[in-house]
């Protein structure tokens, strides 16, 4: 998130992404990072999987979320559009590809090209299957919604536990989950900057 580009991760894996993704958003104003410190988390999961059925209303909605993040902004000076479980965007194999699917990928686009620059990320997670439909139905989606994705491998169960409230919360959560969110550069953490290769459940 603190990158010029693939400023907005998406945890991709099927080992409880979501539950890591909701604690890494608990800490954003306690994390250290001034460009995030007082951001305000927009929760759209919700709303954006009642219109799973109608992808133009969900395009049309996206739309309309100018006003609000440009209110937002104003108001906090960040805002992180938490877009949760991405299935609600590859819901039904006719709706996924259809045109409001596209559409409603190009409006998300939109919004992010419009105000990114300005204080705006999106967050969200998806399984492997998911994140592979948004690939095949949407291809143009991670450079449009300028997407970081960042791999849970499998054998990531205690990472679930740590964001579930274990005593491993603070050392696995701050040190790798963040590190790997919010791309801190900060080199004089003991782990170093990962590589290429690099799986939080190493």
Known sequence: MLKPTRRNPVLVGDAGPDAVLKEAIRRIPTAGFPALAGAKVLPLEAELAKLA??????????????????????????VVLDLGDLKWLVDGPAAAASEGGKAAVAEMGRLLRRFGRAGVWAVCTAACTTYLRCKVYHPGMEAEWDLHAVPIARGGAPIAAAAAGSALRDTIIDRKIIFRIFLLRDTSLPFGRPSKNYYISK
């Open 53 to 78: 059925g109608d992808k133009a209303a969900m395009a049309a909605r996206i739309g309309d979320l100018g006003a609000v993040v440009e209110r937002l902004l104003g108001e906090h000076g960040g």
